[in-house]
Structures are given as C-alpha cells and as structure tokens.
C-alpha cells in the first residue's frame, strides 16, 4: 500500500502508485454496496466535516454517504448557516471546528488553495472537494475509476475533455491523472475557455468538436455555466450549442463502444442533448456510485495513514 | 558633531569615485575637510561607502494603516537597509492628497523617523482617476513627485493633464501602468502556473499597454514620466525605446522582479503575491538587461508591508505586495553585482544619483562636499541569514526569509547622524 | 519447525469434513466462508473435501470475506496501512448453517470481525469456526467448533498452501527471529 499524506490537495503532486492505490481500494468499497447493510466501521468515532462554501449537492451528499458507509460521524456546514457571514476567517473557522476535534474536513470552496490554506494551517486532514478553477481531485479519482472499470487499462485510452477547460477543476483533475496513466488526452471548446498553456500539460487542442471526437474512447462532458456568457467568453448559448453540443450525429465519429460522462450536474440541451445522456454509451449515474467508492477509499485511506498523528504543523 | 570615516572604499557614481579615502562630516553635511578634529572617528577599513540608497517607492502606511507599519517602524527598518531617504506612495488612509495629510507625514518623520522621509502626492483627487488633486499646493507643503500608485489613472485625459500640469513646477508623475480591465480579478501571472493553480491571472500586457499609452502622452505633453515597478520584457523595451527618441522618461524595477519568477509562487504561499505579479524567466532576463544598458533608472523596493492576518488568507483576497528595506541592498549585490550584471557603482547609481536627478533631491545622492550627509557603509563581504525575527518592519510579510546573503549595510548615517549600525542596531 | 506435511494437512482437513457433516446433516443449508487471505485456501480445500465425502454434484455455496474494515486496530495499526481486500459472498446468509473458515487461530479477534462482517450480509441460521491450528492465547472468549491440529505458542504459525494439493504444502512455526 503506497498512500500515507495527511491531505488530498489535488491529483498533480500524487503519483502513479498512490493514484493507483486509491483506485484499487475502491474496488472492494464498491462491492460492499449490493449488500442488505451498506456499511463497515471502519471509521466509528472518527468527526468528518463537510465545509462548502459553494453550493453543492451532488459532491456534499456524496462524502456524507461515503463517510456514513464508514460509520463515522459527519456534520455538514454549509455557507449560509456558518459564521463565514459574521466575518469569520476560513482559518479561524477551520481551527474551531479543529478544536472541536474535526478529523478530516472536506471543504469545497470558490477560490483556488484553499484547501491549501487550511492544511497549513491545522492538524486535521484536508479533502479537496473542488477549489475554485484548480482541482477537484476527488472527480478526478472517479472518472478515472469509472474508465478503469469500463475500459480495464488507462494507457492508450483516447479520452477527450469538452466545454469550458479553463474555468474546469474538473478537467485540471482529469488531465493530471488521465496523463499520469498514459492516456491520450484531447480538450475542445471555444479558444476563449481553453487556457493557452494547456498544451504543456501533454493535451491535445482541439476548437473544432467534429475533429476531436474522431477515434476517441471517452468522452467526458462539461457543464457550461451560463454566466460565461456574461463575461463575453462566447456570444450565446444559441452558439454554443451549434458549436459544442454533443448530439448523436456528433458521436457516431467516435469509436462505437465510447464511454460518454459528465461530471454533473447537466444542462440536457445545452453541452448535451438528452438523447445521448441517456443511451447506452453513457455512464453518468455509474459515475455517481463510483464516486461514494472513491470517497470511501479516500476517507479511509487518510484515516489509516494518520494513526501516528505525527504531522508536521506548518503554521 | 563632526565625523571622520578614515580609510574606507569609496564608491560615488556621482563623481565616478572609486577609491580608498577618508569622508568627513560636519553640522549634518559632507565636507572637504573638518575645521577641527573629528568628534567621532570610524575605522573604514574592509568597509565600503555610497551615498546613502534613496529609495523612491514604498508604502509606510501612516496615517491609517499604523497595524501595517509606521512612520517609526518603516524608517527604523530602512536604516537598517542602508536607506537613508524614503519615498512613500500617498494610499494612506486618508490619501495623500491634501497639504495637511503632507504636513503630518513631514511632522511625524521629524518626530519619530530615523531617516528621510519624502512624501509623493496624489495625482487626483482621492486617487479616483477623475479630477486632479491640488498640485501646487502639495508641493509647497513638501511632495517630491505625484502618484496615483496602486491605482492606475484609467482616463487618458486626465492622464495627460497631469503630466501638462507638473511641467510648471519639474515635478515627475509616477504611472502605476495597469489595465485593470485586462488584469480584472488576477492575482498572479498569467501562464502555465496560473492555469495549474487555478488562479486567474495578470497578462502582461494589461502593464504594457499602460505604459504604452503613458509614454505616448509623454511625448504629447512633454511632461516628466517616471514608470513604477517595471515588471515585463515589453516594458523594458517600450521605455528604451522610448528614451531612444529623447523622451522624458525614466523608469524603476524592483529586487523581486530581477530575482524571482512566478515558478516561486508554490503552495499558494502569499508572500509571492504582489502587483505587478512576478513573471517568468524570460522577463526577468529583460529587467537585467534593461538595468545593464541603463533603460532601468532605478532600484526601489515597493516596500508593501502587510499584516501576517491579511497575508494567512485565500490567495484571492490575501493583499498584494511585500516588504522590502532590508532585503534591497543585499540582493542587489548578490543578484545583479555578484552576477556580473552591473558594477557596483552601476548598481549604487540606481539607488542614488539616478533618484536625486529624475526627482530633483539637489542635496542628495552625492558625497560631493556640500551634500546632505546621508551616508551608507556597507560590509560586501558580511554573510547571513535573512531571519524573520531580525525583521524591524512591522509586517513581515516577505518572500526572502530563510535565504542566505553576502553584503548588507553595516552602518547608516542620516544628515551627520548615525542612526543604525549591526552591531548595535537603531542609535537613538 | 514444522507442525504438519502435505500429507498431514490433507488428513486434518478430512477429519475437519467429517465432524462438520457428523454435526450438520441438512446438507442443502451448508455454506463455507473463508476469511481472507490463508483461510480462503482452507475454505476451499474443506468445500472440495465436503463435496468428495458426499459425493456431491452441485458445489457448495462459498463466499470470502475480508475483515480490514471491521478491525478493531485500524488507528494503531503498523507502519503500513493494511490493505482492503475483496469481500465476495454471493449467496444469501440468511437461513444457512455457515463455516466460518480460517487458517489459524489465536487471539479470537479475527473472528470477532469476521462475525461483524456476516452480520451485515444477513442473518444466517448458525455461524461455526473451523480452524487448521488453534495457536491458543486468546484475547476474546471466542472457540472453534471443529480444530485440526492445537499447538500453542506465541511464535507465528505459517500455513503454506495453496487450493490444489502439493507436496510442499506445510505448516510450521516461525522462531523469535522470524526464520524457519
């Protein structure tokens, strides 16, 4: 078993190895859910908390599930019941609820390094649950393990990202362990939403989507959050869609047994026209039981590397 | 009160001397030679003399921010910097843009300060960018140059009204050169690490095209422009070629944008957070050769102190800037001197005749007899540790802490007055 | 020092098939669990040995369960962190007369996690231990109810074996330093 850090910060700085061990843990998690009782004790009387500062309800429910499975006892906070609208620092909140004897605290929030912040600051164990435009490395983790499932091996595997890359932690993510396991990634979208140096990452650019999807093994979707448009980032949703949507006729150039996802939640009509989200090829509600099993393999991980609780505070 | 420096080094690109002598110093001047013996005579042996380091940007923060730093704690830790006159950036609290608020700077320097301190005024009112603030008047009450600092003048009319307005009384406009449309929300470089880190960042051209803009008004107004804290290639070259064709334009840089690239800003650490933002590799070789061939006027530090609650945040709302008195003089020499990018009067230039011309300090940046006697006395061979706890700056908000220097200032003299030495620190 | 040949093993497993069926005639209600890793190799030989005796056509409903999650010393584990391994019960526990199966017993606590494992897959009619060795010093008032060999000691018993029948199948007793 080759994991033992106090955080999981971001998927760039993990290796393959660690990467791997997530991945492989997960597995047995997984199998766990087909029985009448979902749950081990893995964690009993250890305090999971879930800090989001950022509306969210897919991944907040996802860690509750995943720490409940391993019977730890978790707390949600969530911004607008928090003392974040008093004025409270993100550090002094995170050191009371430390105080408080918060073992892992998983917080999400809208600005990148956050969770940074808070593991320099505390003893408790840290979970990025996305940070800003930076890393969601929990989604990473999934969307690997669901190609991994579906696809048995990683290296060679043409993956193709498409929609807004340069506000995606999602994406940032996926590329650190897509290319980490040797897949050949592909990005598409509008040069206004891909970042100019993403090539340096090892990524293929493509702005027009009927050339990228030529040949691909996966496809993961991302969400186009509408208030790009705002920012003159594209001229309409009309356009995007005319541009970017994945329809049918779009993915018959892939290849005939393409994993399609998305990372949720999604805007059927607009990156994605309901007929694809629900035919064969897609996976997006695997992607979500994949994901209590990744979390479950995360928690305990943490959880069983912290034993010594001989962490270096960094304040 | 008269001092004799007997046998030292003598480096004053004012006079282009470089040679072992003796300084004397007498009722607060430089003099020839001193009408009686010396009351105080200083061993110069293995020590080198300039002309005290003007530092012509910095943020001392009073009145307004005294949690940050104070005209007291500023200029104590400019002394220990070898700065023997401070310029300090009007975004005080209020801003600087009135007589009084430079009248109580002046009082509190003269009260409490160790070394000069020479206030720059607003250059519109409130630093709002829309009117101009009262000009002449600022003047009379003692500013030496005027800036909007930290906020660019977006308003190209206004802009260039000010430098047609400051004709009248020589008085150079200093241009924090930022689109802030370009640069909206950015906190660090834009590039590879700013996409890695998901933090939104600051292209540099959003500084370019501002200093573009300023250089052509120059030449529009005939108005004297110096630019701040010049951060990118494309600068470098707008103002070269700028001075090629005669304009009246000068321009500074900071040790951080010759020393550090936006690689450093590692682990979201806001220490490496300032604006401009540091840049890449390539960027930093251009600020080298632009202080080489002379484009660069000038070495100022941006003294931005901060306190260690504001710094400790998010990376998006920790405050930009660091602090910078102690650290100008060791990593000039070690960074452009020691790396065979200037001379060591090259480098001393920058720091002191090349302000006291640009801004007009007649009495200042020379050891010419006659001349205020602001001196520094330097050990170029005096190795350590750049440690937190020897920080005599408020705010300790720096990204060199922990590095190793050789060569530091070993003494400080203000106007006949030793007022620092390492050895025993702040003479009171 | 070695405790038991492959030859011995083969007979201590079939004297372990005998007294399970002596005990459990509903032959249509037995399942064999294996605890993971050795005990799975155990389970599956007594499965096979069970299925010659009675001349078995059909195989005997078999699962194996792994018991990292259920462990008591998680947080005061050694230097690594014990690796989840799969838990594979596909049938239903509920109404059968379950084998619990592992290689050798000690400390009883294992199988304390072993029968927390079960519980949450159903609710089987009885849960009996079978065990190769009983190494003795006990921790938990837990006992088997079919033992091969009992040899107490406080050295490691290693159990070498794996599902086929070899001639270098062996179980013997490490020495204080770890080697044979």
């Known amino acids: 078993m080759s994991f033992n850090r106090k955080d ?12 791997q061990t997530i991945i492989d843990s997960a597995r047995p998690f997984k199998n766990m859910f087909t029985r009448s009782i979902k749950k081990a004790p893995a964690l009993v009387g250890k305090t999971v908390v879930n800090l989001f500062y950022e509306p969210s309800t897919r991944t907040r429910t996802s860690f509750e599930v995943a720490s409940k499975r391993l019977s730890a006892d978790v707390v949600n906070i969530a911004t607008a019941t928090s003392s974040v609208v008093k004025g409270e620092s993100l550090v002094d909140t995170a050191k009371t609820l430390e105080a408080m004897k918060a073992d892992i605290i998983i917080i999400r929030h809208t600005l990148a390094g956050t969770p940074e912040l808070l593991a320099k600051n505390l003893n408790a164990s840290i979970i990025n649950a996305g940070d800003g435009f930076h890393e969601h490395p929990t989604q990473g983790l999934l969307d690997l393990y669901t190609m991994y499932e579906k696809k048995k091996k990683i290296e060679g ?40 140096k993403i090539s340096e990452l090892g990524v293929e650019v493509f702005y027009n989507l009927d050339e990228a999807i030529k040949d691909v093994d996966v496809i993961n979707i991302l969400r186009i959050q509408m208030e790009r448009q705002q920012e003159n980032l594209f001229p309409s949703i009309h356009e995007y869609v005319e541009l970017y949507q994945l329809t049918k006729e779009r993915l018959a150039k892939a290849k005939p047994d393409v994993l399609i996802m998305h990372p949720g939640p999604m805007n059927r009509g607009i990156e994605i026209t309901s007929e694809v989200a629900d035919c064969s090829s897609a996976v997006i509600n695997e992607q979500v039981t994949n994901g209590i099993a990744v979390r479950m393999a995360v928690l305990y991980l943490l959880a069983a590397a912290r034993k010594g609780e001989n962490y270096v505070h960094s304040n | 009160m008269s001092i004799q420096i007997k046998n030292i080094n003598i480096v004053d690109p004012s006079t282009n001397t470089n040679k072992i002598g003796d300084i004397f110093i007498e009722d607060g001047k430089i003099v020839e030679k001193l009408s009686k013996p010396a009351d105080e005579i200083i061993d110069g042996k293995d020590k080198t003399a300039f002309p005290g380091l003007i530092d012509v940007h910095s943020h001392v923060r009073e009145p307004g921010q005294e949690e940050k730093e104070t005209i007291k704690t500023g200029t104590r830790s400019a002394a220990k910097g070898g700065i023997t006159t401070v310029f300090c950036m009007p975004n005080t609290k209020p801003v600087t843009d009135n007589a009084p608020s430079v009248e109580y700077i002046l009082m509190k320097a003269q009260k409490e300060g160790k070394v000069n301190v020479f206030p720059i005024g607003c250059i519109t009112k409130g630093s709002q960018g829309k009117e101009l603030a009262e000009i002449g008047i600022l003047k009379k009450a003692g500013i030496v140059a005027v800036s909007d600092d930290g906020q660019p003048v977006a308003n190209s009319q206004i802009m260039r009204r000010a430098l047609e307005y400051t004709k009248m009384f020589n008085l150079a406009v ?6 802030k449309e370009l640069a909206r929300n950015g906190v ?34 005939g108005g004297k422009l110096h630019i701040a804290h010049v951060s990118t290639a494309g600068s470098v070259e707008l103002v070269r070629q700028a001075k090629k064709k005669g304009l009246n334009v000068t321009c500074e840089t900071c040790p951080h944008y010759f020393t550090l690239t936006d690689d450093y800003v590692q682990n979201y650490d806001t220490n490496f957070k300032m604006n401009p933002p540091l840049r890449t590799q390539k960027d930093v070789d251009a600020i080298k050769e632009g202080l080489k061939d002379g484009t660069i006027d000038c070495i100022a530090t941006d003294h931005a102190p901060h306190t260690l609650e504001e710094k400790n945040r998010e990376f998006d709302t920790a405050p930009f800037g660091i602090i910078g008195f102690e650290t100008l003089l060791s990593l000039t020499l070690n960074e452009l001197v020691d790396k065979n990018i200037l001379t060591l009067s090259e480098a001393i230039a920058k720091m002191t005749v090349n302000p006291a011309k640009i801004f007009s300090l007649d009495t200042r940046g020379s050891l010419k007899a006659g001349s205020a006697a602001d001196v520094t006395i330097a050990d170029l061979n005096h190795e350590y540790e750049f440690k937190k706890e020897d920080i005599l700056s408020k705010s300790k908000n720096s990204p060199f802490i922990g590095r190793k220097f050789k060569g530091c200032a070993v003494m400080t003299i203000v106007g006949g007055k030793i007022v620092w030495t390492l050895k025993d620190g702040i003479i009171n | 020092m070695e405790l038991l040949n492959y030859k011995q093993i083969d007979n201590e497993i079939e004297k372990l098939a005998n007294e399970i069926l002596k005990r459990n005639s509903d032959i249509e209600s037995l399942a064999i669990v294996g605890i993971q890793t050795k005990g799975v190799n155990v389970a599956k030989r007594l499965s096979e040995k069970i299925k010659k005796i009675k001349d078995l056509s059909k195989e005997i409903p078999f699962g194996i369960l792994d018991i990292t999650l259920y462990r008591d010393d ?15 019960i596909p049938f239903d526990v509920n109404n059968k007369n379950i084998i619990l199966v592992d290689d050798v017993l000690y400390t009883g606590r294992t199988i304390r996690s072993a029968l927390d494992v079960l519980k949450d897959f159903g609710r089987p009619k009885s849960i009996q231990l079978a065990v190769l060795v009983d190494r003795g010093y006990r921790e938990l008032p837990i006992q088997p109810d079919y033992v091969g060999l009992v040899h107490h000691t406080k050295n490691r018993i290693c159990v070498n074996m794996g599902n086929e029948i070899s001639d270098s199948d062996k179980v013997y007793v490490e020495n204080e330093n770890g080697s044979l």
């Open chain 1, 157 to 196: 595997l043409k993956v193709l990202l498409v929609g807004d890359i340069l506000h995606s932690r999602v994406a940032k993510s996926n590329i650190w362990a897509l290319t980490k396991f040797g897949a050949k990634v592909r990005v598409a979208g509008p040069p206004t939403l891909i970042p100019g």
């Open chain 2, 188 to 221: 660090m470089n834009a590039g590879k690490n700013s996409m890695i880190f998901g933090l939104r960042g600051i292209p540099n051209q959003s500084e370019e095209i501002m200093v573009s803009r300023d250089i052509m008004l120059c030449e529009l107004t």
């Open chain 3, 74 to 88: 998680l947080h005061e584990a050694g230097a690594d962190i014990p690796t989840i391994k799969d838990t594979d």
């Open chain 1, 8 to 19: 999981l910060l971001g998927l760039e700085h993990l290796d393959k190895t660690e990467i």
């Open chain 2, 174 to 179: 200093i241009s924090h050169c930022e689109d």
